[in-house]
């Protein structure tokens, strides 16, 4: 497969996408995140997502899941709104086994990728890429793209998509016709229209589970917040994530400098990302 060229997102470049509240702004104003992510079998990843998302300075996170997942995000996190209502951007799939979906999930996801809003598709939502109807990001590892991609009859395997991510990362953007995160050490992000953009991974440390819902709930904030500017330009998600991906890849290296380049878990890198933000706006 032939590819052409990926440009490194930098602190330059995400520095576009951060916005602080200004003297007129509210809650609304500055965006609302909705979210179905988390099952009780991974209660983890909704609390993940949920936490990065507030941490990246949206203005409000619905919190949308079963009873025994709802409580536990909400004592993390009680700023959270977990009652039903107007979104701007969603974050649909962290945490979900999509072959274990009961009735009522599926009519909130449905109702969720009717809606026109933005959206971030991660790992249990993967399989819905199609029924989206506003500007969407999907945000697979390799081996979700590889299932993916073979649920559609693409022939590849997950060796295939480690040895190449970047070639495998544009089929998908345009055999599924949607903006496409490839998770990894390097992230490759694009798009069907040629954009095409890769965020290095500050420190290896990234390489630990639920740091991919922390991802989901920094991209999903960020989608919330610029919902405006997608509304006008959807083709903005790509860069947008790119974004997300770099405000994480920095606030894990933060998060590992700030133990002298030891390990960091999940909720550290979740920590970090007011400190990343906070510098992307004074550039
Ligand atoms: N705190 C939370 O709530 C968290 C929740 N999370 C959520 O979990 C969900 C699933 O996400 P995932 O990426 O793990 O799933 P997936 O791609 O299906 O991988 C399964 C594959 O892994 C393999 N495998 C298993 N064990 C292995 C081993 N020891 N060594 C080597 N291989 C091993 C296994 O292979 P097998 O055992 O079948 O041979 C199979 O192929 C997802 O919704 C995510 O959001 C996560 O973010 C984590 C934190
Ligand atoms: N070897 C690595 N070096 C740096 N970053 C990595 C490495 N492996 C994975 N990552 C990053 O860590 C995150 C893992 O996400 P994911 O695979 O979804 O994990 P989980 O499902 O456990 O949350 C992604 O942001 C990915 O880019």
Redesign the pocket.
């Known amino acids: 497969m032939d590819t052409g060229t990926w440009r490194e997102w930098g602190a330059d470049d995400a520095s576009e996408w951060s916005s602080a509240p200004g003297e007129h702004d509210d809650k609304y104003l500055r965006g609302v995140l909705g979210v179905i992510?988390?099952s009780p079998d991974?209660?983890?990843?909704?609390?993940?997502g949920v936490e990065a998302a507030h941490r990246t300075g949206v203005g409000m996170v619905r919190y949308i899941g079963p009873r025994a997942v709802r409580r536990a995000v909400l004592a993390k996190r009680p700023e959270t709104v977990a009652v039903a209502g107007r979104v701007q951007a969603w974050l649909l799939?962290?945490?979900?086994?999509s072959a274990n979906r009961s009735f009522m999930l599926a009519g909130d996801l449905q109702h969720a990728l009717a809606s026109g809003h933005p959206s971030v598709l991660?790992?249990?939502g993967l399989d819905l890429v199609g029924t989206h109807t506003g500007p969407t990001v999907i945000t697979p590892?390799a081996?979700?793209l590889a299932?993916l991609l073979l649920e559609r009859d693409v022939d590849c395997s997950v060796e295939q998509i480690e040895d190449a991510p970047a070639e495998w990362a544009e089929r998908a953007a345009r055999e599924l016709e949607v903006a496409v995160l490839l998770k990894g050490a390097v992230t490759h992000v694009c798009d069907p229209e040629g954009t095409r953009l890769t965020v290095t991974a500050r420190t290896h440390w990234l390489a630990s589970?639920?740091?991919?819902?922390v991802l989901g709930g920094i991209i999903g904030a960020l989608a919330a917040t610029h919902h405006e500017r997608l509304a006008h330009d959807a083709g903005a998600i790509t860069r947008l994530a790119a974004t997300g991906a770099f405000i994480h890849s920095e606030a894990a290296r933060r998060a590992s400098d700030a133990v002298d380049g030891g390990p960091v878990v999940?909720l550290d890198i979740a920590r970090e990302v007011p400190r990343v933000v906070g510098g992307l706006l004074r550039r």
């Open positions: 992510t988390g991974y209660p983890g990843a909704a609390v993940l799939g962290s945490g979900m086994d991660d790992a249990g590892h081996r979700e299932h589970a639920g740091t991919g819902d999940a």
